[in-house]
């Protein structure tokens, strides 16, 4: 016996189910039967569910090639994964002891899985039997009594079988329907499904939509919540700003009153001050004449004293020449009167009259209190030169340059210079330029110059009566210290050139030029002016020298310089219509300097050593000589009364010319201060009317600001408010919307729901139709097939007997 014992309750994969299921057309054959009648149980279960119409996956099963079940639909019975059994099939199994079960036309999914076969009981046969006369061959067949009755049972089952039949078509077609109305349920449910699904698309973009918008809005409202925040403090701002704008106006149209008021009063002052204004051009006018009648008398006092003037400084004996016992041969007895006498041997003494004589006890103090009022002149626009003459190591650079400690005329001049400028600050402005220049071997040299250009340096005229050396450099200074350090520099300059300095200074001319630019405050003259201070190279003897080669050329060149100095000078005293100044690099440089207006002051360096006596008395007679010409006899006879009364007359001009400054200073002052405050005054009024008319046209323009202001203000709080208004309306769309599809999917899903229940219901109802079928098909179709069997056996074999 074959038998499965396996229950199927749910779909599951049974291996044993599985493994017996077959498709298509195949039969089980059990042999070594005992011959004899078998009930025969087949287990029907579809295992896959397959949707289709009642029809689609009929079979049919044979046994021992007697269809006993005639296209059969398992699911169409039972639905999916159901169990149905076939029981008690009787079957006959001969002498060969073989059953044959066949099945045919077998599709879709597997159906059988178990067979059960028992022996059946051989007494269930013995039934009484009856016989019949077959009308053809007249033999006596056995019919038993039982299939009479039976025939009769089977007539019945058959009629009950039909309607049962017919009951089940019915069924089968009502369950077909519910079948085919849920599918349709099912899809429009699944069509509902789809279009919640699209629906709550449709939301949730919508969602997304609103979000996008409530951010906008959101942004729309901080942004206007800003801009009214701006806006209010701009506006407080403003109207800070016109509060204080319009106390200030107050405050200035109460000022300006307040000088309106004292308009008379300034008028007044105004008149007050025209008349001081006038007082003072008096004074100034006044002021300019004694001025300059003041320099006419100084330059009249000069011009007595000499527009050449020579001072004779004699330096005391040096060591060397103490050691050598040299005696001195300078007489100084009568060097107060500027008298000089020099023991030319024995007895004999030769007299030398100077404008000064300085002793070796006079210091550089002494020689510079007799200078500086040359020196001034140059600040008065006149041309001034001063040199120092002599034969070498007589102090000529003493005289000129000086030591650290003991500063000579060049730097007392600069220094007066800068003392008197500061003095006259009040009236003149000065400017103050320094060159320095060397004449050496006819050859001019610019010791300020950084570098030194293989051009040669020439005197050229720049004017009428102007002469310069172009390219030279002009160093301006403001104080002593920039011209130390620029006499400094020359000094360093003319060290490089030469392996010997004191050698090299003796063989060379040097030249300080400074030159001065001067305006008058008051009057507004300007002049251009220069001094030149010359320490010339030694003035001794060719002869006595001895020197051949290089040293002759250079000392004949000095000589050539020195008596071309002296030559210019002769030509200037006898007023000679040519004065020879070309002749020489010095005389040429110093074209401007030497004559006209120009003023002289030469200073004749002496040795009181007997050795130098022949330099000393040739140096003293060209002094003489330069002194000499220039005076001249008619200009020696001065009468000192006169010059007495001059200066009596100078001396009171200076006092009155001193007071006189001192009350135009004053004046000056007070004016200065009237007009100051006047302008003050008139400057404050001014401003402050323009404060006021700056303040009306800001307060104005801040007017119309406020107002645009508030205009725009009020076109931004309207927009706003229509914003607001379009947000609040979209809000309630929104809301609408959302209650709308609230409703909708309430009332659809409350639809589906009564559809589900429908269907659920009709399901039910379908499921109970056919478990009723299946329970009526069970109980029918078991027996029915097994009356059908015993009829079909029983018809052939009364066929057979009928046969
Ligand atoms: N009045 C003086 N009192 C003291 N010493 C002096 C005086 N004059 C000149 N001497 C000294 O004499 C020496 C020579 O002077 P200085 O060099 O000035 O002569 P010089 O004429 O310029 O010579 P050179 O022509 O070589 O340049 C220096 O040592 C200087 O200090």
Same mark, same amino acid.
């Given at each position: 016996?074959?038998?499965?014992?396996?229950?199927?309750?749910?779909a599951?994969?049974y291996p044993?189910?599985y493994q017996?299921?077959?498709?298509?057309?195949f039969c089980?054959?059990?042999?070594?039967?005992?011959?004899?009648?078998?009930?025969?149980?087949?287990?029907?279960?579809?295992?896959?569910?397959?949707?289709?119409?009642?029809?689609?996956?009929?079979?049919?099963?044979?046994?021992?090639?007697e269809k006993?079940?005639?296209?059969?639909?398992?699911?169409?019975?039972v639905?999916?994964?159901?169990?149905?059994?076939?029981v008690?099939?009787?079957?006959?199994?001969?002498?060969n002891?073989?059953?044959?079960?066949?099945?045919?036309?077998?599709c879709g999914?597997?159906?059988?899985?178990?067979?059960?076969?028992?022996?059946?009981s051989?007494?269930?046969l013995?039934?009484?039997?009856?016989?019949?006369?077959?009308?053809?061959?007249?033999?006596?067949?056995?019919?038993?009594q039982?299939?009479?009755?039976k025939s009769?049972?089977?007539?019945?089952?058959?009629?009950?079988?039909?309607?049962?039949?017919?009951?089940c078509?019915l069924?089968?077609?009502?369950?077909y329907?519910?079948?085919?109305?849920?599918?349709?349920a099912?899809?429009?449910?699944?069509?509902?499904?789809?279009?919640?699904?699209?629906?709550?698309?449709?939301?949730?973009?919508l969602?997304?939509?609103?979000?996008?918008?409530t951010?906008?809005?959101k942004?729309?409202?901080?942004?206007?919540?800003?801009?009214?925040r701006?806006?209010?403090a701009?506006?407080?701002?403003?109207?800070?700003?016109?509060k204080?704008?319009?106390?200030e106006?107050?405050?200035?149209s109460?000022?300006?009153?307040?000088?309106?008021?004292?308009?008379?009063?300034?008028?007044?002052m105004?008149f007050?001050?025209?008349?001081?204004?006038?007082?003072c051009?008096?004074?100034?006018?006044?002021?300019?004449?004694?001025?300059?009648?003041?320099?006419?008398?100084?330059?009249?006092?000069?011009e007595?004293?000499g527009?050449?003037?020579?001072?004779?400084?004699c330096?005391?004996l040096?060591?060397?020449?103490?050691?050598?016992?040299?005696?001195t041969?300078v007489d100084?007895?009568?060097?107060?009167?500027?008298?000089?006498?020099?023991?030319t041997g024995g007895?004999?003494?030769?007299?030398?009259?100077?404008?000064r004589?300085?002793?070796p006890?006079?210091?550089?103090?002494?020689?510079?209190?007799?200078?500086?009022?040359?020196v001034?002149?140059?600040?008065?626009?006149?041309n001034v030169?001063?040199?120092?003459?002599?034969?070498?190591?007589?102090?000529?650079?003493?005289?000129?340059?000086?030591?650290?400690?003991?500063r000579g005329v060049?730097?007392?001049?600069?220094e007066?210079?800068f003392k008197?400028?500061?003095?006259?600050?009040?009236?003149f402005?000065?400017?103050?330029?320094?060159s320095?220049?060397e004449?050496?071997?006819e050859?001019?040299?610019?010791?300020?110059?950084?570098?030194?250009?293989?051009?040669k340096?020439?005197v050229?005229?720049?004017?009428?009566?102007v002469?310069?050396?172009?390219?030279?450099?002009?160093?301006?200074?403001?104080?002593?210290?920039?011209?130390?350090?620029?006499?400094?520099?020359?000094?360093?300059?003319r060290a490089v050139?030469?392996?010997?300095?004191?050698?090299h200074s003796?063989?060379?001319?040097?030249?300080?030029?400074?030159?001065?630019?001067? +305006?008058?405050l008051? /009057? @507004? $003259?300007?002049t251009n002016?220069?001094?030149? =201070?010359?320490?010339?190279?030694?003035?001794? %003897? #060719?002869?006595?020298t001895d020197v051949?080669?290089?040293?002759?050329?250079?000392?004949?060149?000095i000589?050539?310089?020195?008596?071309?100095?002296?030559?210019v000078i002769?030509?200037?005293a006898?007023?000679?219509?040519h004065i020879?100044?070309?002749n020489?690099?010095?005389?040429?440089i110093l074209?401007?300097?030497?004559?006209g207006?120009?003023?002289?002051?030469?200073?004749v360096q002496?040795?009181?050593?007997?050795?130098?006596?022949?330099?000393?008395?040739s140096?003293?007679?060209f002094?003489?000589?330069?002194r000499?010409?220039?005076l001249g006899?008619?200009? +020696?006879?001065i009468? /000192? @009364? $006169?010059l007495?009364?001059?200066k009596t007359? =100078?001396?009171?001009?200076r006092?009155?010319? %001193? #007071?006189k400054?001192?009350?135009?200073?004053?004046?000056e002052?007070?004016?200065?201060?009237?007009?100051?405050?006047?302008?003050?005054?008139?400057?404050?009024?001014?401003?402050q009317?323009?404060?006021v008319?700056d303040?009306?046209?800001?307060?104005?323009?801040?007017i119309?600001?406020?107002?645009?202001?508030?205009?725009?203000?009020?076109?931004?709080?309207?927009?706003?408010?229509?914003?607001?208004?379009?947000?609040?309306?979209l809000?309630?769309?929104?809301?609408?919307?959302e209650n709308?599809?609230?409703?909708?999917?309430?009332?659809?899903?409350?639809?589906?729901?009564?559809?589900?229940?429908?269907?659920?219901?009709?399901l039910?109802?379908?499921?109970?139709?056919?478990?009723?079928?299946?329970? #009526?098909q069970?109980?029918?179709?078991?027996?029915?097939?097994?009356?059908?069997y015993?009829?079909?056996?029983m018809?052939?074999?009364?066929?057979?007997?009928?046969?």
């Open positions: 016996m074959f038998k499965t014992e396996d229950d199927i309750t749910d599951g994969d044993s189910i017996s299921a077959r498709c298509g057309n089980y054959e059990f042999k070594d039967l005992l011959p004899g009648d078998y009930f025969v149980d087949l287990h029907f279960v579809e295992i896959i569910c397959t949707n289709g119409p009642k029809g689609m996956r009929v079979f049919n099963v044979f046994m021992q090639e006993v079940l005639s296209e059969l639909d398992i699911y169409s019975i639905g999916a994964n159901k169990p149905l059994q076939l008690d099939a009787r079957v006959s199994v001969g002498e002891g073989t059953l044959v079960l066949r099945f045919e036309g077998v999914s597997p159906v059988v899985s178990g067979i059960c076969i028992r022996r059946a051989k007494l269930a013995k039934t009484k039997a009856e016989y019949v006369v077959c009308n053809n061959c007249a033999a006596e067949i056995e019919v038993p039982i299939k009479l009755l009769k049972a089977a007539s019945r089952y058959e009629k009950k079988i039909q309607d049962l039949t017919h009951q078509q069924k089968t077609n009502e369950c329907e519910a079948w085919m109305s849920l599918t349709a099912n899809e429009q449910l699944d069509k509902i499904r789809m279009e919640l699904g699209d629906k709550l698309c449709q939301v949730h973009s969602d997304q939509a609103m979000e996008k918008q951010e906008k809005l942004d729309v409202s901080d942004k206007y919540e800003r801009d009214q701006t806006w209010v701009a506006i407080d701002n403003l109207d800070k700003k016109i204080i704008m319009k106390r106006q107050t405050q200035l109460f000022e300006a009153h307040e000088c309106a008021d004292s308009v008379p009063e300034l008028n007044k105004v007050a001050v025209q008349g001081l204004v006038s007082q051009e008096d004074l100034k006018l006044k002021y300019s004449e004694e001025q300059a009648k003041r320099k006419k008398l100084h330059n009249q006092i000069q007595a004293k527009n050449i003037r020579v001072f004779c400084r330096r005391p040096s060591k060397e020449e103490i050691s050598a016992r040299y005696s041969v100084f007895d009568a060097a107060k009167d500027g008298d000089l006498g020099v023991l007895s004999t003494k030769k007299h030398f009259k100077f404008d004589v300085f002793t006890k006079d210091d550089q103090v002494d020689v510079f209190v007799d200078a500086s009022p040359m001034v002149s140059v600040l008065d626009g006149y030169c001063i040199f120092a003459y002599g034969q070498t190591g007589t102090g000529k650079t003493f005289t000129m340059e000086g030591t650290e400690h003991n060049n730097y007392r001049t600069v007066e210079l008197v400028a500061n003095e006259r600050s009040e009236t402005s000065y400017s103050i330029s320094v320095v220049l004449v050496y071997n050859q001019i040299r610019d010791l300020l110059a950084t570098s030194q250009t293989s051009k340096l020439e050229k005229q720049a004017s009428e009566g002469h310069h050396v172009p390219g030279v450099v002009e160093a301006k200074v403001e104080n002593l210290k920039q011209v130390w350090d620029v006499l400094q520099a020359g000094s360093n300059s050139g030469s392996n010997n300095v004191n050698e003796s063989r060379s001319h040097c030249m300080l030029c400074i030159m001065v630019k001067s +305006k008058n008051i /009057t @507004g $003259e300007c002016s220069k001094l030149w =201070l010359v320490d010339l190279a030694g003035s001794e %003897r #060719l002869a006595k051949q080669g290089e040293r002759l050329k250079e000392a004949q060149n000589n050539r310089s020195l008596s071309a100095l002296g030559d002769s030509a200037l006898n007023k000679s219509s020879p100044y070309r020489s690099k010095l005389t040429h074209q401007d300097s030497l004559g207006d120009s003023k002289t002051l030469m200073f002496i040795s009181p050593s007997e050795n130098d006596l022949g330099e000393t008395l140096s003293l007679n002094a003489t000589r330069v000499g010409v220039e006899p008619a200009k +020696k006879q009468d /000192t @009364g $006169e007495q009364k001059m007359m =100078l001396d009171k001009a006092q009155e010319s %001193r #007071l400054d001192e009350a135009l200073r004053k004046l002052e007070n004016l200065q201060n009237l007009e100051s405050k006047a302008r003050s005054k008139d400057q404050v009024c001014k401003n009317q323009d404060k008319k303040l009306e046209g800001q307060l104005g323009s801040n119309e600001l406020h107002n645009q202001m508030e205009k725009q203000l009020w076109q931004t709080m309207e927009k706003l408010k229509g914003k607001e208004e379009a947000y609040v309306r809000q309630n769309k929104v809301k609408e919307l709308k599809i609230r409703e909708r999917e309430h009332s659809e899903s409350m639809a589906l729901q009564q559809k589900v229940k429908e269907l659920e219901n009709k039910k109802e379908r499921d109970q139709h056919q478990s009723e079928c299946l329970f #009526l069970q109980k029918v179709i078991a027996p029915l097939a097994w009356f059908y015993v009829i079909t056996s018809l052939q074999k009364l066929n057979f007997v009928l046969l």
